[in-house]
């Protein structure tokens, strides 16, 4: 497996290639990352992994100086995985200017959910994006494929959305929510949890399953017992300590309040201690 640190020295070491595929990450990795470029092995002829904690998609108050950085221990795992090459950008290759140039998202599938808790958190990560299918894919002769994590649900869509407005030539590919044996979707910052706080991250999952239950269990009636369900969901993480932004149900499509018939996916964030936790669970 080869590291890369430049772009240049990425397109190098793409260019005898034809199909790459790519599973953008911001490394501390772990076996959800690991199963995303398991599934693109398969998809291309040649598998990148780019690690980069991208400034952008954080907010001043958030965790950007103290996220983990773990190259080393990252590159031996997606050498494991069957990643063939890695690009770990510096932030000065990445952004050498300031990046004034910004991919928006529209406001009502990207100021939602998380980006209505995280303002410009999408713009932060389409922009990044953006660059990373522009590095690793402008030379590719035959299918580009960038494959990236459902619990990120909102992201995923984002994503997708901007693919196809922008009509990049890239297959979007979704790999499944990876968890622990409790339950806990496997996360990056599961790893600031304390033990006592790890114990009890599993709640958040099993509040999004019980208010799936109850949101099926409402059925026709659902646009109307909705709001109640969803505070009562909020109220029982909160009285068990959490700080919930949201615990909702809504239609797979758009992510907007369900219409009688449409396809759902209940979708949960929420503090716990100082560590803010997302998962979902489509219906
Ligand atoms: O999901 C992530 O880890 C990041 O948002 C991504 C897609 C790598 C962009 O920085």
Redesign the pocket.
Known sequence: MQVVHTIADLRAALRPFNAPALV???GNLHAGHLALVKAAVPLGDVTVA?V?V?RL?FAPHEDFDTYPRTLEADCEKLAAAGCNVVFAPSERDMYPEPQGYKVQPPAELADILEGHFRPGFFTG?CT??MKLFQIAFAEAKGRRTAV??QK?YQ?LMVIRRMVKQFALPIDIVAGPTERAADGLALSSRNGYLSEAERAEAVQLSLALRALGRDALAAADGLQRHLPALEERAMQGLAARGWKPDYLTVRRREDLQPPRPGDALVVLGAARLGTTRLIDNLEL
């Open positions: 953008p990450t911001m780019s980069f991208n998609q990560v990044v994006v990236f994590g990120d992201q």
